[in-house]
């Protein structure tokens, strides 16, 4: 049986982090994550290739922060 470590959100704004992190930082699944790209819900990603997308830290911080305002 494997483990997975611990799960750490970067600190630093400007990491990039790639759709799986964003996901599991807002606790919702990867097919949500990219639904809510087609939707507009989110920004579409920055690109580093072919098939590397990626968003940095504070904008999924950011989008956390919009989700807690509009539940309440």
């Known amino acids: 049986m494997t483990t ?3 799960f750490t ?3 630093d704004q400007d990491a990039f ?3 799986a992190d964003c996901a599991r930082f807002l606790g919702i699944g990867r097919s949500t994550w990219w639904a ?3 939707q507009g819900k989110v920004q579409r990603p ?3 290739g072919p098939r590397t997308s990626v968003w940095t ?3 999924v911080r950011s ?3 919009k989700l807690a305002t509009d539940a309440c």
């Open 4 to 6: 997975q470590p611990p």
């Open 9 to 11: 959100f970067p600190s």
């Open 17 to 19: 982090v790639r759709a």
């Open 36 to 38: 809510w790209v087609k």
């Open 46 to 48: 920055k690109k580093l």
């Open 57 to 59: 830290a504070g904008y």
């Open 63 to 65: 989008v956390q922060d």
